[in-house]
């Protein structure tokens, strides 16, 4: 699992580079929050499971449409804002924006 000083970092270089981010998750490949930045523990939490669920579906259907390959990123956008997914071999990175 990485430390909490690489999450850290991380947090630094992506608020630095995207000022719309406001929230972001380190969550296991099991859908566990590992660390968090912007939002309640509580709240890291329902967000680590729903993710999960999304993005377990989201390989389903890449290895259904046979398109192949490992999912590399997600991103869901909507009129409030948006979600980015990074799955890492350790971890998942999930970033949450809000539209300026």
């Known amino acids: 699992m990485p430390k909490r000083e690489i ?45 999960s669920a999304l993005i377990g579906k989201t390989k389903e259907v890449i290895s259904q449409v046979k398109e192949g390959g490992e999912m590399q990123f997600i991103q869901i956008q909507t009129t409030r804002g948006g979600i980015r997914i990074a799955p890492q071999s350790e971890f998942i990175l999930v970033t949450l924006t809000r539209t300026e």
């Open 7 to 51: 999450f850290e970092e991380t947090i630094r270089n992506i608020t630095s580079k995207f000022p719309d981010v406001y929230a972001a998750l380190f969550i296991s490949p099991e859908g566990f929050t590992i660390n968090s930045y912007g939002v309640s523990m509580e709240r890291a939490e329902e967000i680590s499971a729903l993710l």
